[in-house]
C-alpha cells in the first residue's frame, strides 16, 4: 500500500476516546485494508497532560491545545468526542473550516447546533457524521438516512439511554426504589457520577432531536421534545406495570400525529411508559438500547444491540472514521447533509394515548363509583378497573381506552378534588404497538 | 429543483418490481427531495408484455428486449429483480459497461458472481448495491460494510429465509407434519408454486455467501457453505425441541473457527437447528428475518423485521436507488467493492457444537447402557438424557456437551448397529448464544 497516510486528531481522551486511540493503534493494519490508506495519529487533546490513559503513543502527540490541533491543516479527520455544546461547537466549526472531515459522538453538540454543522460541512466539502451519537454500536443513523431513504418513516420508538434502562431493570428485578437502583448504577459504572442528564431524560431528548432530524426530515430544537424522567419512578409503578403484564422503560416516541386541531407535525417524547412484556423494546435488558422503526412498506424494523460503553461507542466512531476516511482516499465527500425541511412540532397535548391510573381511595367500594362517573364525563373511556391494597392503602387502578393527553389530565385533576380520593392520583402512558394510530 | 432528471430502466416486473415501479411514481416528490433530482422511468424490461400488471405508466416504457434497454447511453441506474444467474449476469454486466449503476435484487446472482460483478463496477466507475437481496427491509448490507467497517465481525447468525421461517412456525403452532405447513404455506403466498430453493436451503445458502463477503470479507463459492434444508424435519423433531424449550428454526451461521487441523477459516452453514426460547431468534415469527452479528466490541447486535414480500423488497431496492442516485447527482460514485481477500473455508466436520440425539430403542433400559458407552466411547460427553415414548415406540433422547461434528457422526453410525436400537438416531445441532467458542 503506497497510499499516503490519512492523519487523525482526537479530542477528548475519556472513556471512549481512551478505546479510539487504542483501537487506531491495535487495528492498524485492518484500518489500513478496509480504507486503502494507513491512518495516523495526529494528536490526542486532553484537559489535563498529567494524567495517565495507559495508551502506548508517541507522548508528543498529547496536547492540551485542541484549537491549535484543529486549525493544522495536514489534518483529514478531527473525531471529536467532548461532552457538551462548548468547546465542541467551535473546535468542530474550525476543524471543517481547516478542510477536516468530523466524526462526534456528541449529542448534546449535534442535537443543539446540527443545522449549522451541516451548512459548515457542506460549504467546506467535508464529511459530518455522528453514529455514536445514539444507540452506540448499533448501526441506526446510517440505516436510517440510506437504506431508508426511500420510505417515509411513520414512527420511531426507541429505549435510547442505557443508564435509565439499567435503573429501571433493577427496580425490575429487586421490587426496590429509584434510589437504591440508581447507587448501585452508580456503583457498578452505568451511571456517572453526576446522572441529571441521563435520569432526567435529557440525553434521551437530545437523541430524540438527532433522530427526528434523519427519519422526519426536520431538526427540532431540543426543548421542543416533550421530557419526563424517570426520578419520580416509583416502586409501586413497576409493581403496577407487572400487576398488568408490563414493565416500565423510559421510551422516546418520535411520530406524526395530527394535532388537537388536525393539522400535521412532529410529536417527540420522552418518558416512562408501560411497555407490555410481549413488546420487542421489553426485551432490552439492562444498559442496552433498542430502536423500532416503522414504515408503511417495510413495517416494524428492529435493531437492538449495545447502547453505551467504551468499547461499543468506539466501534460507531471508528466506522464512521473508516467511512469518511475510505472518501478522502477516493477524493471525494459523503452527502452528509440530509435534506429537511422546518416541521410544525406538536406539544404533548396533542397526543392521543392510552393511561395506567392510580387512584388513592379511602373507600374503595363507593370511590370505585365516583372516580369512574368523573371518567365518563371527561370522555376517558375505561379499558379496566382494579382495587390495590399496598401497605394498608386502598387505591382503584384504572387502564384508560385511548384518549387525548389535555382530556385525561382535566380527569385527573377533579379526580383529586373528590372527598373518596385521599391521594393525588399518578398517571403513566402505556406504549402499545397500535398506540396513537 | 433544476437538475437534469435521472433515468432508470427495471429488468423484470413481478411481485417486487411492480411495487417498486408503483413507487417510482406514487412517492416522485418525496424521491426528488432526498436525491435532488427527479427520477424517470426509461422503460421495464418484461418477459411477456401481454401480461397486465396494473400499472399506470406510459405503455411505450413496457418492453420485452431488455439487453435493448440495458445498452441505452442515456440510462443512470439499472433495477435488476430478475430470478437466476442468466440473463442477469450478462444484462447487468453491458449495463455497467454503458455506464449504468446496478441495483439488483438476485441473491443467486451475486452469490454466485459477486467478484466479477464488483470487478465490472469498479472498471466501470458505477455502484452496484444489492440491499434487498438478503433480508429484504432490514438495513443489514449496508450497515456491515459501513458502520462496522471498522470492526473484526467475529459470527453472524440469522434466520434469513422467510418461506422456512413461515412453515416451522406452522409446524410449531399445530404440531403438525412439514407436508402441511408447506401446502398451507403455498396457500398463503408464503411459498413459491415450486419451493425448492427455498425449503432445500439454498436461497439461505447464497444469502450467507453475500453475508461472508461483507462479514468476513471474502468471497465464497456456494457449494462451500454447508446446506441442509428443513424438508427431513418432522412433527417429533418439533415435539423434542418444545421438550427442551426450544425451537426448529432453518439458521445460517457464518463464523471464524479454527478447523480440526487448528486452522482459522470460516465455516457457513445453513441447516435446521433447536434455538432456545429465550434466544432473540426464537422471536422472528411468521415470514420475518432476524439476524445477530457479533464482534468483540460491540456484542451481540439484533437486526429484525419483515424478510419478503413485495413492498419490504421494494423499500430496500429504493433505497439503494436512492443512494445510487445521490451519488449520480454529485457527481461521484460509491465505494462499493468491500476489499476482499481468498479465506481458507471450513468444512461441516470442523464444527463443534452441541446436538440433540433422538435413538429409537426396543428396551429403553438395557438401551441407556449401551448408547451412553458408546457415546462414552468417542468422546461424546452427554448433558442431559431422557426416555421418551411415543405412538408406542420407545426412544432416548440425548443432549450432548459440545463436541466435534465427525465424533458425534461416528457415534450415531455405530448406535445404529447395536442390538438394542431399532431404528437409525436422528440428530439435530443447537444453537447457543456460546456456540462453538
Chains 1, 2 share one sequence.
Not at 12 to 37: F, Q, Y
Not at 77 to 96: F, N, Q
Not at 140 to 169: A, Q, W
Amino acid at each position: 500500500m503506497n497510499a499516503e497516510p490519512l492523519k487523525v486528531a482526537v479530542l477528548g481522551c475519556g472513556v471512549v476516546g481512551t478505546e479510539v486511540v487504542r483501537r487506531l493503534s491495535e487495528k492498524r493494519d485492518l484500518l489500513a485494508d478496509r480504507i486503502g490508506a494507513p491512518i495516523e495519529l495526529a494528536g490526542v487533546a486532553v484537559r489535563d497532560l498529567r494524567r495517565s490513559r495507559g495508551l502506548a503513543i508517541d507522548p508528543q502527540l498529547w496536547t492540551d491545545d485542541p484549537l491549535a490541533l484543529v486549525k493544522r491543516d495536514d489534518v483529514d479527520i478531527v473525531v471529536e468526542l467532548l461532552s457538551g455544546t462548548e468547546p465542541a461547537h467551535s473546535l468542530i466549526t474550525t476543524a471543517m473550516e481547516h478542510g477536516a472531515s468530523v466524526v462526534s459522538a456528541n449529542k448534546a453538540l449535534l442535537a443543539t447546533h446540527g443545522p449549522a454543522l451541516h451548512e459548515t460541512a457542506a460549504l467546506h466539502d467535508v464529511d459530518l457524521t455522528y453514529e455514536a451519537s445514539v444507540a452506540a454500536a448499533i448501526p441506526l443513523l446510517r440505516p436510517l438516512r440510506d437504506s431508508l431513504g426511500g420510505d417515509r418513516i411513520t414512527r420511531v420508538v426507541g429505549v435510547v439511554n442505557g443508564t435509565t434502562n439499567y435503573i429501571l431493570d433493577r427496580m425490575t428485578q429487586t421490587g426496590g426504589a429509584f434510589g437504591a437502583a440508581l447507587r448501585e448504577a452508580v456503583e457498578r459504572g452505568y451511571a456517572e457520577a453526576d446522572p441529571t442528564a441521563d435520569v432526567a431524560g435529557t440525553d434521551a431528548a437530545f437523541k430524540a432531536v438527532i433522530l427526528a432530524s434523519l427519519a422526519f426530515h426536520t431538526w427540532m430544537p431540543p426543548e421542543h421534545v416533550y421530557r419526563e424522567g424517570i426520578t419520580g419512578v416509583t416502586a409501586t409503578d413497576v409493581a403496577d406495570a407487572r400487576a398488568c403484564d408490563r414493565v416500565v422503560k423510559l421510551v422516546a416516541v418520535l411520530e406524526r400525529i395530527p394535532s388537537r386541531h388536525g393539522r400535521e407535525g412532529i410529536l417527540a417524547r420522552v418518558h416512562p411508559a408501560m411497555v407490555p412484556r410481549t413488546h420487542p423494546l421489553a426485551d432490552v435488558r439492562g444498559a442496552d438500547n433498542g430502536v423500532i422503526v416503522e414504515t408503511p412498506d417495510t413495517g416494524p424494523l428492529l435493531f437492538r444491540g449495545a447502547g453505551a460503553g467504551g468499547a461499543p461507542t468506539s466501534s460507531a466512531v471508528v466506522g464512521d472514521l473508516v467511512t469518511a476516511a475510505r472518501r478522502r482516499v477516493l477524493g471525494h465527500q459523503e452527502t452528509t447533509a440530509p435534506a429537511t425541511a422546518p416541521e410544525r412540532t406538536q406539544g404533548i397535548g396533542d397526543l392521543r394515548t392510552r393511561y395506567h391510573l392510580r387512584i388513592g381511595v379511602n373507600d374503595s367500594l363507593s370511590g370505585l363509583d365516583g372516580v369512574t362517573s368523573v371518567l365518563r364525563f371527561h370522555d376517558v373511556g375505561v379499558d379496566s378497573a382494579r382495587r390495590s391494597r399496598t401497605a394498608g392503602r386502598d387505591a382503584l387502578v384504572v387502564i384508560t381506552d385511548a384518549v387525548r393527553e389535555p382530556d385525561l389530565r382535566t380527569a385527573v385533576d377533579v379526580l383529586a378534588g373528590l372527598p373518596s380520593v385521599d391521594t393525588p392520583p399518578r398517571f403513566m402512558r402505556l406504549l402499545d404497538p397500535a398506540d396513537a394510530r
